[in-house]
């Protein structure tokens, strides 16, 4: 196993191009990210060739060696020992709340769906199932290395606190319950976000994790944009860090949520057979598909990536039409307001959980887009209902509307996809006893 220049790892804001070495403690922004411009996002700049883990269950044990934090917990001067033994406690914690730590989730090809779509033998469905994971959905693996980095420091002495701070976060949906799972089973205090209106089948579950939650009316004095967010964004003025999975609030949310793509490299680079062709990936915020791809495409495969958005919302193909248009669709943060801006009327949808008017990590995912020949789907709701009725009618997999809507997005390319080409989906998160079942 070979990993080049570890010591050199940095970050680089995709917009104004600033460095920040990967060892600096509380890098969550850009230097240059301001109150009012949050157009900077840090992104890794690691090389990495070839990729295997350790086959350790915990993905963040058998691919420790390639996270950021790594680099960032030997600098703090903790020992390998120390380094492993911070991962193992907490995601003993994890798993005395959660009922399960961290694990690698199960990937293969889906016979059923496969056949159900037409594909040939040689082709298919491959399905990777995060139903199971830590909080019911990948949101837990971004959020870990930012609590990593927390307890990190801390382990080291480093810590710049005498009482924790609070966690905080902007979200009602799976992030905020991944981040409370994480947060109570370290028994760190968070506060979380939520809408004046949010349901109490959404508030319960937060509470079931001892969650402080914040409702957040709109005031009258608020500029434009989402309470939730400014209430967030005060918070962390006042010294809350930031504990959610938007690359331009707390880059560290863009190491972890790597492990999924690393996964699926490496169960590739162990089976014999054709290569992947197609990653189609649900797109809210975009760390999502930004970490799957660069997880995958760090161990040298390259399937074009195909980000999944929803007819009522769709920022990140007008951000690829607009920078495509604008000199190119690659390493466009630079034109950032050229190209991304909250869409103006949002369609409510099954698929709530990718219904983010901004795509805050759309240069990841335009950069992955661009170097695989991928490109933006846009699905109807229609495909949306009948991939969340498909995924219940022929597979097992308990899935929500939002976690099968990478599948909506193969049904709407469906036609332009040769039959014996394999396109992968993520069923990213577990319908939850309140969502109905399809009809
Ligand atoms: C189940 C599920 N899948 C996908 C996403 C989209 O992830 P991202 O916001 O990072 O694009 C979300 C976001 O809430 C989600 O809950
Ligand atoms: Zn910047």
Redesign the pocket.
Known sequence: MTIVSLNKEMWKCAACGERVPVTEPLSWRCPSSQEDDRHHVLLLEQPLAPLRGTGEANPFLAYRKYLAWDTFAQSLGLSEADRVSIIETSDAAIAAVDGTGFHTTPFGRNDALSDALGFNANGGVWVKD?TKSVGG???AR?IYTELLHLLALERSGRAPWVERPPLAIA?C???AFAASTLAHSVQWPIKVFVPDLVSTELTDLLQSVNAGIVRCPRLSTDPPGDPTVHRFREAVKSGAIPFG??GTENAWCLDG?RTIGWEIADAQERESGPPLDRLF??????????CLATGVYAGGLRPALHAVQTAGCAPLQRAWVNALAGGGSRNAGGRWSECMWPWENVESSLAD??L?DE?Y?WVGVCNAMADSGGSPVVCTEQHIVDAYALAHKVTTINV?P??S?GLAGVLAMRPNIADDERVVV?F??VRRQFMPLPK
């Open positions: 995060e959905s990948h949101k971004h979200s949906g799976n992030a999975v938007q949520g990936v649900q797109v809210g915020g975009g760390a999502f598909a930004a959980g990718i983010d795509t990590d929500s939002t976690g809507a993520v990213s998160g």
